[in-house]
């Protein structure tokens, strides 16, 4: 069969066969479904911008080269799997009563990270000529769907401060820490010259790191990794000008922690000289020195606003501040132009009603803007009026479901997580392949939180309460994402890479 014959099978709406279930997303939530999906009852299709999947927990790692960049992605293709198919491409809008989406091609995107990719803020009006626009060249396409399973994960929530979105570093994707890696290594060599002042090196070697959580502590600790076990070799004069410092609105760090480890962490981080600032608000960031403005020759030195502290010279900002919903999720997923059979009504008061002449949207959190779901993830609908009537009508669609950071479970307030979203995905699967949907809703089961605090030290919290800080907890982080590892090859490559970093040190290679 040809590759035209393949795409019009897969294309066709008359096609007989499997039902077809398309998954929007190759994160944590798509990637698991769709490798779980029994490929003797289903025609999975991954729709994703980027061709790989990415184990998130190791971004860190290698964003300072403890680890390669290969490490931390799966490719979606791949000889060894075919129980689905793939088209790399953006979801641009849906419609329910069709059962139908537009994909947006994405093959020659430059901007494979979900966290650089900016919202569109055309007109609707515009946005609809561009889009048949696009038709016509070949690079809008339609894809129908038996079931659809929304995963679009979610971007870096930069709650509209001047400059953070073009001049901060995020850490949600491979080519994110790419750009982290070679930023920190060009600070270094941007301080090593002779032309470069004392002062100009102290900003150069300022390293502000935002965000508090999981991932910006663990990104300050192997940044610190780094400078003390290789960098400080490299260039021993210059370990005087650096500072590490992580900046948060909350009073505490790592709010998901026992108080007692949060504490543990902080103080780990006072004795590796890691500066934690707490209540404390960014309010911009802008390139060049303070107080100057910015011009060549001055190695890209940052400016960051702190409302506490006033402007501070910095050579890099790495942002860590939680999440902000998917475009599809805030726009396209706003209306809904028609109910298909696959409807069901969940309330609709004391009266009967017209489902077909209400105008219906998808229902989503007022705090976050994720997708309201059931407990059997089924996406949920409300009407317009929904703000003004408690007693709205509400739906669900039977066979459009929604997992990962993009949703949230009515009523529940679990964390946006890679281990909510696998877990979500994993009970998804099961559940379709025995088709049993009616059986009990999913339920989070917690396995235990994790986060690396530097030098070879560790946090780890049970399910239970056990509290476990140190070196075990080192242990059990390394062994768990190990073990966590999709592919055989990725699980010799690890620990592969650990050792010759220990033996022989990081690479410092900037490309």
Known sequence: MTSVHRFLRLTDPRRTDRERVVILGSGWAGYTVARELDAKKYQAVVVSPRSYFVFTPLLASTSVGTLEFRTALEPVRTRRRTNFSFFQGWADSVDFKAKKISIEEAVDDP???????????????????????????????????????????????????????????????????????????????????????????????????????????????????????????????????????????????????????????????????????????????????????????????????????????????????GLMQNPFVANALDGVKGLPKTFELLKSGSEKIDADSLHWKVKKDDRTGSIMTDSRLHIKLTTSDSESNSHAPEAILKDVYAIGDCAIIEGTSYPATAQVASQKASWLAKRLNKGDMDEAGFSFKNMGVMAYIGNWNALFQGSGGGNISGRTAFLIWRGAYLTKSVSWRNKILIPVYWMINWMFGRDISRF
């Open 111 to 321: 901007a494979s990270s979900l966290a650089l990719t900016e919202c569109r803020k055309e007109a609707r009006k515009e946005r609809e000529d561009e889009k048949r626009m696009e038709t016509r060249k070949g690079k809008l396409f339609d894809l129908t769907y038996d079931k659809l399973i929304i995963t679009v994960g979610c971007y870096s929530q930069t709650f509209g401060i001047p400059g953070v979105k073009k001049h901060a570093l995020f850490l949600k994707d491979v080519g994110d820490a790419r750009k982290i890696r070679s930023r920190l290594l060009a600070c270094f060599e941007a301080a090593a010259l002779p032309t470069t002042t004392d002062e100009q090196r102290r900003r150069l070697l300022n390293f502000a790191v935002v965000g508090a959580g999981p991932t910006g502590i663990e990104f300050s600790a192997e940044l610190h990794d780094i400078i003390r076990e290789d960098l400080a070799r490299i260039y021993p004069e210059l370990v005087p000008f650096h500072k590490i410092t992580v900046y948060d609105v909350a009073p505490k760090v790592l709010p998901m922690f026992d108080e007692k480890l949060g504490k543990y962490a902080m103080d780990t981080f006072r004795r590796e000289g890691i500066f934690i600032k707490t209540s404390h608000h960014v309010e911009e960031l802008r390139p060049g020195a303070p107080g100057e403005k910015a011009k060549s020759g001055d190695h890209s030195v940052l400016t960051l606003k702190v409302k506490e502290e006033g402007e501070i010279g910095v050579g890099m900002v790495v942002w860590s501040t």
